[in-house]
C-alpha cells in the first residue's frame, strides 16, 4: 500500500491545515495510508521516526478552517549534512512513506530537494509552497498560500493604529515581516493606506544605513507636518536589518541563527533601533514628535485563513496527491492559470547560491508604482523650489541644507 507522509517546515502560515486535509483525503480516497509527521524535519534529522501519527479522515474533514499547523512545524534543516540527511532517509524508509508531501517555504523546499535528490526516486516527494513572506517564484506571479490572509489580518491592525495616529497625533513605525522581500510590508501598507512603506528592494542601487533609512521616515514627517498633519505610519520590512551594515545593528554578530544560517530576525529589536536613530534626527531638527514603535508579525502567521487561502490550499494538497501518484517527484506543485503546474525543485536552486532562488518585489511594476505615487515621502521636486523652501522653513534649515541632508532620501526608489 502507498503511503503519504506529511510534514510542515520554517514558520506557520494561514492556510497549512487546509493542504493537511485535502492531501490526505485525497491519499486516504486513493486507497493510500496517510502518517503525519511532527515537527518538520526535526525528529527525522535524529534518525527518530516515533514522531508521527496516522491520519484518518475524520482526523482532517474540517480542519481547512482553521488556523496553525496540526502538525506543528520547525526549522530544522535536514540537509545541514551528510549524517543528518541519511539520517532523514531512513526514519522516512523506517516509517515506510513511499511518497512524501512538504509544506513550507524557501528552506522547506531546498530540504525536500536535498531529500529527492538522495533517495533516487524511490521516495516521490514533493513541495507545497507557503509563506507569508510571498516570496517564491512561483508561476504566473501567484502570490504563496498564507500571503492574503496575512496582508488582511496585518491591513486591519495597521487601519486601527493609523486612527490611533491621528487621534494622539503621533506617528508610528510598524515593523513587518518579510526577510527578502517586502511584499508583505507592501500589501498592507497599501490596502490600509499607511503613510509610507520601507522595504529591502528600495536600496538596491544606494545601498541601506540607518541614517538613510531615517531620513527617509523623518522626510515624510516633515512633509506631512508642512501640510498640517502630525501624525502618520511608517510599515518597515524586517529585512531591511539585512541591508544593514552589522555595525549598526547592537549585537547582531552575538544573534543567533537558525539551522539554515539566517540570523533570527526576531532577536533584532529593528524597531527600537530605527525609532531610536528617528529620534536623534528629530531632536537635532528641533521637532517634537511622538513615535511609538510596534512588531506586526506572530500576530498574522496563525491567523484564521480567509476564503481565498482556504480554496487555494485545498486545491494544492489535491493537487499535489495527484502529482505524486501519477508518479511524479522533485517538484513544488503551484497553480498556473487554475490548473496545477509543478515545477521541477532543480530549476528553483539558484546556481550562485545553491540555495532556493527568491522573488522580490518589482519596483518597477504598476503595483509599486501606486504605492510610491499615493506614499507621502520627499520626492526630487520636494527638493527645488517653490516646494523646498517651505519644507526647509519649517525645520529652521536654509534651503540649500535642507536640500543636502535629504537628498539621498529622496532618490530612495
Given at each position: 500500500m502507498p503511503t503519504l507522509g506529511i510534514l510542515v517546515g520554517g514558520g506557520p502560515a494561514p492556510g497549512i491545515n487546509g493542504v493537511i486535509g485535502a492531501a490526505a483525503i485525497e491519499a486516504i480516497n486513493e486507497g493510500c495510508s496517510v502518517i503525519g509527521i511532527y515537527d518538520g524535519y526535526r525528529w527525522l534529522a535524529r534518525g527518530?521516526?516515533?514522531?508521527?501519527?496516522?491520519?484518518?479522515?475524520?482526523?482532517?474533514?474540517?480542519?481547512?478552517?482553521?488556523?496553525?499547523?496540526?502538525?506543528?512545524?520547525?526549522?530544522?534543516?535536514?540537509?545541514?549534512?551528510?549524517?543528518?540527511?541519511?539520517?532523514?532517509?531512513?526514519?522516512?524508509?523506517?516509517?515506510?512513506?513511499?511518497?512524501?508531501?512538504?509544506?513550507?517555504?524557501?528552506?522547506?523546499?531546498?530540504?525536500?530537494?536535498?531529500?529527492?535528490?538522495?533517495?533516487?526516486?524511490?521516495?516521490?516527494?514533493?513541495?507545497?509552497?507557503?509563506?507569508?513572506?510571498?516570496?517564491?517564484?512561483?508561476p504566473d506571479n501567484m502570490p504563496s498560500f498564507g500571503f492574503e490572509t496575512a496582508r488582511a489580518v496585518g491591513a486591519g491592525i495597521v487601519e486601527t493604529l493609523m486612527e490611533d495616529a491621528r487621534t494622539t497625533q503621533r506617528w508610528y513605525i510598524v515593523i513587518s515581516m518579510g526577510r527578502k522581500s517586502g511584499a508583505l510590508a507592501v500589501g498592507i501598507a497599501k490596502a490600509a493606506g499607511a503613510t509610507l512603506a520601507v522595504i529591502p528592494e528600495q536600496f538596491v542601487s544606494s545601498g541601506a544605513s540607518l541614517d538613510l533609512v531615517a531620513n527617509v521616515i523623518v522626510g515624510s514627517m516633515i512633509k506631512r507636518s508642512a501640510s498640517g498633519a502630525d501624525h502618520g505610519v511608517a510599515v518597515v520590512a524586517e529585512g531591511i536589518a539585512e541591508r544593514l551594515d552589522e555595525r549598526e545593528l547592537t549585537g547582531l554578530k552575538d544573534v543567533e541563527r537558525d539551522p539554515y544560517g539566517h540570523v533570527r530576525l526576531s532577536d533584532i529589536d529593528l524597531g527600537a533601533i530605527v525609532k531610536s536613530t528617528v529620534m536623534a534626527r528629530l531632536k537635532e531638527l528641533?521637532?517634537?514628535?511622538?513615535?511609538?514603535?510596534?512588531?506586526?508579525?506572530?500576530?498574522?502567521?496563525?491567523?484564521?485563513?480567509?476564503?481565498?487561502?482556504?480554496?487555494?490550499?485545498?486545491?494544492?494538497?489535491?493537487?499535489?496527491?495527484?502529482?505524486?501518484?501519477?508518479?511524479?517527484?522533485?517538484?513544488?506543485?503551484?497553480?498556473?492559470?487554475?490548473?496545477?503546474?509543478?515545477?521541477?525543485?532543480?530549476?528553483?536552486i539558484d546556481p550562485a547560491t545553491g540555495r532556493i532562488r527568491v522573488r522580490v518585489l518589482d519596483t518597477r511594476s504598476e503595483a509599486y508604482e501606486v504605492l510610491r505615487k499615493y506614499s507621502i515621502r520627499l520626492e526630487a521636486a520636494d527638493l527645488e523650489e517653490p516646494r523646498l523652501g517651505p519644507l526647509a522653513a519649517k525645520v529652521g534649515l536654509a534651503p540649500t541644507e535642507f536640500a543636502r541632508r535629504f537628498s539621498a532620501a529622496a532618490k530612495v526608489l
Open positions: 527518530d521516526a516515533t514522531h508521527a501519527t496516522s491520519l484518518r479522515i475524520e482526523d482532517v474533514s474540517r480542519i481547512h478552517w482553521t488556523g496553525g499547523s496540526i502538525l506543528r512545524t520547525a526549522r530544522t534543516n535536514p540537509a545541514q549534512d551528510e549524517k543528518t540527511l541519511a539520517n532523514c532517509v531512513g526514519a522516512l524508509r523506517e516509517l515506510g512513506i513511499t511518497h512524501l508531501l512538504c509544506i513550507g517555504g524557501d528552506d522547506t523546499t531546498f530540504g525536500a530537494a536535498k531529500i529527492a535528490e538522495a533517495t533516487g526516486g524511490s521516495i516521490r516527494v514533493a513541495t507545497v509552497p507557503k509563506t507569508i513572506d510571498n516570496d517564491l517564484p512561483l528641533r521637532l517634537n514628535i511622538g513615535v511609538v514603535t510596534k512588531d506586526v508579525g506572530y500576530e498574522l502567521r496563525c491567523a484564521k485563513p480567509v476564503p481565498f487561502d482556504v480554496e487555494y490550499t485545498r486545491t494544492l494538497g489535491y493537487g499535489a496527491v495527484r502529482y505524486l501518484l501519477g508518479g511524479g517527484s522533485g517538484a513544488m506543485v503551484a497553480l498556473r492559470g487554475g490548473h496545477v503546474a509543478p515545477v521541477p525543485l532543480a530549476e528553483m
